[in-house]
């Protein structure tokens, strides 16, 4: 039998993949954030605008695109289709580019801390607009 979910479990599903992988990110760069503790301060307004960037300028729309997408789906649709092919490749690519960095030593520590913190934070906002959406949908 195949499983197949509605459109509002769909919008669960994505929040929640969007916060697991966003809460993961978050252990990595508070694990690296640790290990560096030189100028924090100025490493928090850093994080700050990666976040900023990253949520407006690419998580927010890919969130609009999606919710549109997954309210214009059939009613029973696989689990994995809250992501259409290039979310899945996009997706695919970033945590291989994400694990290649920090295995090849490719970026200093400092801002895998502060890339890595904002990044997450941006994830994880997105998630909750997702699981907002799936909330608000009944």
């Known amino acids: 039998m195949r499983w197949r979910v509605s459109r509002r479990t769909l919008l669960l599903i994505a929040g929640l993949v969007w916060i697991i992988a966003g809460a993961n990110i978050l252990r990595i760069g508070i694990i690296t954030w640790v ?10 307004g850093e994080a700050i605008v990666v976040f900023l960037l990253f949520f407006s300028l690419i998580f927010r729309r890919l969130y ?3 919710t549109e997408r997954i309210g214009q789906k059939a009613d029973r649709n696989c689990p994995f289709s809250f992501f259409d092919v290039k979310g899945w490749l996009i997706m695919g690519f970033m945590i291989t580019l994400g694990i290649l960095v920090r295995k090849l030593h490719l970026l ?11 990044l997450s934070s941006a994830l994880i906002l997105t998630g909750i ?3 907002v959406q ?3 949908t009944k």
Do not use: C, M
Request: a positive charge; aromatic letters at 24%; proline letters at 3%.
């Open 35 to 44: 290990d560096d503790q030189r100028e924090w301060l100025f490493k928090t």
């Open 64 to 66: 609009n695109k999606h």
């Open 108 to 118: 200093p520590t400092s801002f895998i801390a502060v890339f890595y913190t904002g």
């Open 129 to 131: 607009l997702f699981l």
């Open 134 to 136: 799936w909330q608000k």
